[in-house]
């Protein structure tokens, strides 16, 4: 269920996204037959606060499994109460931060140089001369507040530093040393010191009962007269009465907010007839590509395995195989952190080894904290790609039923097509396996249909099957395919054969070992492909970004003192 397609709710834009994955009620039609439809409705897609998530609205949905919120700010839903109909919540995280970075930044920039008000008289009637007066106060140099460094008040400090500013921050937990050394950031242990030497604050907490009201009389009596407060967080994280007051008053130069309390603000209020005022109608996320990548999110993270839509029509999907040196793995993590791919869901399953561990992408603290599990879904939506990694050993006397799980799962989301990032044992390779290229390719016949004339143009080089018993030439016997170390590579390509999936296997002779270097090579050739990335670089391997999980590898290694 949504609130409706335009106006207030969904954007036209994104209405495709959501078609394909679910069977649309706009909350006016949901409302005409409560009854008829209550039962059927399994999650509701909030967008801008609607359709609101009150008790009289739930109690009709007896089969809503999720409230899904689009943005990451979730102050506005009750958690513990949805929580306690069985039901769960989420939200967009991650994909709203580039964007709202930015409002932040141009907030920042138009108030401080006076960007409408110049416009305005630009395009006035009565403007006959280049106004001289019209002075603003300089970003470059100066000093920059932020409250609340997480995904997005990192992403400021990120763009401030093109600005030269010096960068102080304010946040519950102090981020790592690395964190504030890239981006040349001080922490403030006390938020009055922040207040107290900024040229600009910037607010990017969330909306919390300790963030309520944390800028008041007190902390904008704090800041300097020339100071600009920005705010893209939630309107009720600043006392509205005192920043009248303050601003009236030129305790503080400038205010630039995104946000309001109540949005919009009544029409009479005073903060709407301050010169020293900029707000905009909290469109911190309001870009084209932000919404379609938030309503992605949201789709995409129902996604079951069981689930029989084509949750992913037209997708490829990328997986590894748990093979040799786990280099499908670590090529996997090249495409997920080089392409930025949002995390979309796990795929559940008994058949790994179970684990846990942090963020192998993280690029800051915060973002490490998150806990991750052995078999997750990323998806670049721009480049209709999906991955799957896998993060753990088959366990042993599962393997068959792993990959009927995979089968069914790749034919029930729509993937158009497969590919398998494998690996064999080197020292294993046939004779007429040793020269050449360590790089070889399966494809089943329902891919091969679609992609013959592309493998002819990459002159690839096809997994030679192999005598029964080498060195005898047995006309009777057929020979094999032999993918020693590989896995369930064999028996996924073997079994997508006989269930006509479009699948292909890329795969590199190696031995354990340093495997990164392996890991480029498949990569790269999966690119040569794909042409996932078409940044023309002289190094292959440098147009590839390494997360930061790579750097634990191989332990710390062996201490340099000993040589
Ligand atoms: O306000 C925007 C969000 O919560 O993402």
Redo the contacts with the bound molecule.
């Keep these: 269920m949504i609130s409706e397609v335009g106006g207030e709710g969904f954007h036209e834009d994104v209405v495709d996204i959501l078609k394909q994955h679910f069977h649309l009620i706009c909350l006016k039609e949901f409302l005409k037959n409560p009854v008829l439809h209550g039962p059927k409705i399994q999650a509701m897609l909030m967008w801008n606060y609607s359709p609101a998530a009150e008790p009289s609205l739930l109690s009709c949905l007896p089969s809503l499994k999720v409230v899904a919120n689009g943005?990451?700010?979730i102050d506005h839903l009750d958690v513990p109460y949805i929580n306690s109909l069985g039901v769960k919540v989420a939200n967009t995280p991650g994909v709203?931060s580039d964007a709202?970075a930015d409002m932040a930044m141009a907030l920042l920039l138009a108030s401080a140089r006076m960007v409408v008000e110049g416009h305005l008289i630009s395009v006035d009637s009565k403007t006959t001369s280049v106004p001289q007066n019209l002075m603003g106060v300089e970003v470059t140099g100066s000093t920059l507040g932020i409250i609340g460094m997480g995904h997005i008040g990192y992403k400021v400090a990120q763009r401030s530093k093109g600005f030269n500013m010096r960068i102080l921050y304010h946040n519950r937990n102090r981020r790592s040393v690395e964190d504030e050394q890239a981006v040349g950031a001080s922490y403030c242990e006390k938020l009055d010191d922040l207040l107290n030497e900024s040229d600009f604050v910037v607010l990017v907490v969330n909306l919390t009962p300790e963030t309520t009201g944390l800028i008041s009389h007190r902390e904008l009596s704090l800041m300097k007269p020339t100071a600009t407060l920005i705010n893209v967080s939630r309107g009720l994280v600043v006392d509205q009465d005192a920043l009248v007051k303050a601003l009236k008053s030129g305790t503080i130069r400038a205010a630039a907010l995104d946000v309001t309390h109540p949005e919009p603000l009544p029409r009479d209020h005073p903060l709407l007839s301050l010169p020293n005022v900029l707000i905009t109608p909290?469109t911190?996320?309001n870009t084209h590509a932000t919404i379609r990548k938030m309503v992605h999110l949201m789709s995409t993270m129902f996604i079951s395995s069981q689930s029989s839509a084509a949750a992913f029509k037209g997708f490829t999907l990328v997986m590894p195989a748990v093979a040799v040196g786990n280099v499908g793995q670590l090529a996997v993590d090249l495409l997920v952190s080089t392409l930025n791919m949002s995390r979309a869901g796990y795929f559940h399953t008994d058949c790994l080894i179970p684990m846990a561990g942090n963020n192998p992408y993280a690029s800051c603290k915060e973002d490490a904290e998150e806990l991750h599990t052995p078999a997750e879904v990323y998806t670049a939506a721009e480049l209709k790609l999906a991955v799957l990694q896998i993060r753990a050993p088959i366990i042993q006397t599962r393997s068959k039923k792993f990959r009927q799980q995979l089968v069914s799962w790749i034919k029930a989301s729509g993937f158009s097509r497969t590919v398998v990032l494998s690996s064999s044992h080197s020292y294993q390779r046939d004779d007429q396996q040793l020269q050449g290229t360590p790089l070889r390719y399966l494809i089943t016949p329902s891919l091969l249909t679609a992609s013959a004339d592309a493998l002819k143009e990459l002159g690839w080089r096809e997994m030679e099957r192999i005598p029964a018993f080498p060195g005898v030439k047995d006309a009777d016997v057929e020979p094999r395919l032999c993918i020693p170390g590989g896995g369930i590579t064999k028996g996924l390509y073997t079994d997508s054969c006989d269930e006509d999936l479009p699948l292909a296997v890329l795969l590199l002779f190696c031995s354990e070992g340093d495997n990164i270097p392996d890991a480029f090579a498949l990569v790269n050739h999966l690119n040569d492909w794909l042409h996932l990335l078409d940044s023309q670089s002289q190094e292959p391997n440098s147009k590839w970004k390494v997360p930061t999980s790579w750097s634990l590898l191989f332990g710390s290694g062996i201490p340099p003192a000993l040589f």
């Design positions: 943005g990451v700010g709203v709202t909290h911190g996320t």
